[in-house]
């Protein structure tokens, strides 16, 4: 089992929060990624720039020692569009609701009232950073195509791109034919 030092060693966006400090009352957070983060995030996702990263996250204490973390995660980012290889910008902006459940306690029954994800915790410490950063990293879209773009040709290349052609299984098809017409003679 991986311990909370190893993942804020690992993380690249660790905002570890203690579950005693919900003893008072429900929390509400702005985290917000510094420029080494954002570095360490863009090569984790693989994306050309990585402008911001930030989440307002509002967390409250529920039965068993569970924990609802809500709010909105939010991203700025650069990548390269797959037909014309220019720069595509993109905006992320998700709503994210969490159930953190320590071990051993089970998931509630689903009400039906909204879609809520789970996730188990040692009881103690949840790492929101990497929860802003996982939100994020479902949400970049992993085919970025500037607008107005679309692929050309048909997938064909090289020099007769535009022109029409013939038919790869029409051999086949002609031998099918043949064989037919010879059986029947």
């Known amino acids: 089992m991986i311990s909370t030092a190893d993942l804020n060693a690992k993380a690249e966006f660790s905002r570890p929060f203690q579950v005693e400090d919900l003893q008072d009352g429900d929390v509400t957070l702005d985290l917000t990624a510094d420029e080494a ?16 990263v930030s989440a307002k996250l509002s967390l409250s204490a529920q039965p068993e020692g569970s924990v609802k973390v809500s709010g909105s995660v939010s991203a700025g980012l650069r990548q390269t569009c797959i037909v014309s290889l220019e720069p595509v910008e993109e905006t992320i902006a998700e709503d994210i609701s969490v159930l953190y459940l320590p071990a051993g306690v089970e998931e509630p029954q689903d009400d039906g009232d909204f879609e809520l994800d789970y996730e188990t915790f040692d009881g103690l410490t949840i790492e929101l950073g990497e929860m802003v950063a996982q939100q994020i990293a479902g949400a970049i879209n992993p085919y970025p195509r500037r607008a107005g773009v679309e ?27 043949n064989e037919g017409t010879a059986q029947e003679h």
Not at 37 to 52: H, S
């Open 151 to 177: 692929f050309g040709n048909q997938g064909q290349l090289g020099d007769n791109a535009g022109e029409e052609r013939d038919n790869p299984f029409a051999v086949l098809q002609a031998l099918k034919t």
């Open 37 to 52: 983060e954002l570095a360490g995030l863009q090569a984790r996702y693989g994306v050309d720039a990585l402008t911001d």
